[in-house]
């Protein structure tokens, strides 16, 4: 009869999940460049115990100090108080691997490819979120915020401004009359929250690619934008560049974890303790639990319309 208990062998040998943690590593320092969520956003680390990321603000309901003479009582002040709470996620990517491979002289490396993917899934989730939410799970990310912002934002040029938005001053491709890119980031950052700095501008590389046509007198539009992000004439680091932004659209961002935050619980690691499967296979998931988007005031987004129409 078989023997049905799990022995030396069952799982993925210490030396192998070594590797992998090495390839991790590795991988992290190679695309950490491209990583938007984890580059735009202030990280905080709560630790692995923590599901519910519950901050508590407080303002005191005077509005500003109080300056009084010395020996004198100042004014009663009360706090007004607001609870956030955001849960921690999941992100997470596996693969299969044959004990016959884990054989192997390369065992150890073979797998290099299936792990730079899953984490490229992973990082991949985290910017599409930072920028578009998840509506099934209730949350916002910087498009859902930045449009919703009662101070305003750039509309197309032929579209019909309400309130505190206001339409752009030409299609930034060229298609119109008109157009100043210029003066439409100024507009928005006008329309941030007056408690933050503007850091970057977030578009695709299509709408990105626009700064670098030249106006009536051959400058390209983004040179000389880096001093309203506090950055050089010639410092390009403000342009911060997306595939998940929605084409035709680029958005004012603030870096104050008084604003957003990239919340860590615990960051990416191996689970690699599954027994062995039938046919000799191992399951590997890689994994981390955060919240890549934690809005705290949305309106220190802006959204400015890039298009015509």
């Known amino acids: 009869m078989a023997d049905t208990n799990l022995t030396y062998g069952s799982f993925i040998p210490d030396e192998v999940v070594t590797a992998w943690v090495r390839e991790i590593n590795q991988y992290e320092l190679n695309y950490r460049p491209e990583m938007v969520a984890r580059n735009v956003l202030p990280r905080r680390e709560v630790g692995p115990q923590i599901d519910i990321d519950a901050i ?17 009582a100042p004014q009663p002040f009360t706090m007004k108080t607001k609870v956030e709470k ?30 730079d993917s899953a984490l490229a899934m992973i990082h991949s989730a ?22 919703a912002n009662e101070n305003g934002k750039i509309l197309a040029n032929n579209g019909t401004a309400t309130g505190n938005d206001i339409v752009n001053m030409g299609a930034w491709d060229g298609s119109g009359d008109t157009r100043d890119p210029y003066e439409d980031v100024i507009n928005a950052i006008r329309m941030m929250d007056h408690r933050f700095k503007p850091y970057g501008l977030v578009a695709d590389r299509t709408t990105m690619a626009y700064l670098n046509m030249k106006d009536s007198e051959r400058i390209p539009f983004w040179k000389g934008m880096g001093p309203l992000f506090g950055k050089a004439d010639d410092d390009r680091s403000w342009m911060i560049e997306s595939q998940h932004t929605p084409a035709g659209y680029a958005y004012v961002i603030p870096y104050d974890p008084q604003a957003a935050e990239f919340v860590v619980s615990q960051d990416i690691d191996i689970a690699d303790d599954y027994p062995k499967q039938p046919g000799g296979n191992y399951y590997v998931e890689i994994k981390e639990w955060i ?11 802006v959204e400015i319309c890039t298009t015509a129409t």
């Open 86 to 115: 955001h849960e921690m996620y999941q992100f997470m990517d596996g693969f299969m691997v044959n004990e016959r491979d884990l054989a192997k002289a390369q065992g150890a490396t073979m797998k290099a490819k299936e792990i």
């Open 291 to 301: 919240h890549p988007v934690e809005i705290h005031v949305g309106t220190a987004f």
């Open 56 to 72: 508590s603000y407080y303002q005191s309901t005077s509005g500003r100090a109080q300056i009084v003479a010395k020996g004198a």
């Open 126 to 147: 985290e910017d599409y979120i930072l920028m578009n939410g998840d509506s099934d799970l209730g949350i916002d990310g910087i498009v859902d915020v930045a449009h």
